[in-house]
């Protein structure tokens, strides 16, 4: 398989790395939705979250965590964005487990959220019970 972040992950090609541990690698997004966007690697491949362990999933998290502290910090921002896209039609282009982070700051709309839909409770019980006979 030759996946593009699996080589930036394991140092086959340059990135600006702002973390590394033996899971993860942190890189600067090369078309940020603002400064200091990062990136969360996993060095091993998955797919996206269905595939991979939870203490991985927990992990990334973390370490999400930790560099949006730091990005709050780095460039005054008001809070950060946590995003994991799984599939093409969530926005996922590069099918390699991934998460963005992404400094934020009041009003600045670097990142479109979801439009508030309605609904009503029968709706949202059919929904949860949908969803609870997929769970594993």
């Known amino acids: 398989m030759d996946c593009i972040f699996c080589r930036i992950a394991n140092g086959e090609i340059p990135s600006a790395t702002v973390y590394e541990d033996d899971l993860v690698r942190v890189i600067l997004d090369l078309g ?28 990334v998290m973390a370490v999400g ?18 995003i994991q896209n799984n599939g093409e039609a969530a926005g996922q282009s590069v ?9 934020r700051k009041a009003g600045d709309g670097a990142v479109g959220l979801w ?13 949860a019970e949908a969803i609870r006979k997929e769970l594993l």
């Open 95 to 103: 099918f390699h487990l991934h998460l963005h982070v992404i400094p």
């Open 115 to 127: 439009k508030p839909g309605q609904t009503t409770p029968e709706e949202m019980n059919e929904a």
């Open 65 to 82: 965590a930790s560099i949006g502290e730091a990005q709050m910090k780095a460039f005054g921002a008001d809070g950060f964005n946590m």
């Open 32 to 59: 940020p939705a603002a400064r200091g966007h990062a990136l969360v690697l996993p060095k091993e491949h998955f797919k996206d979250s269905t595939e991979a362990p939870e203490a991985l999933l927990g992990h």
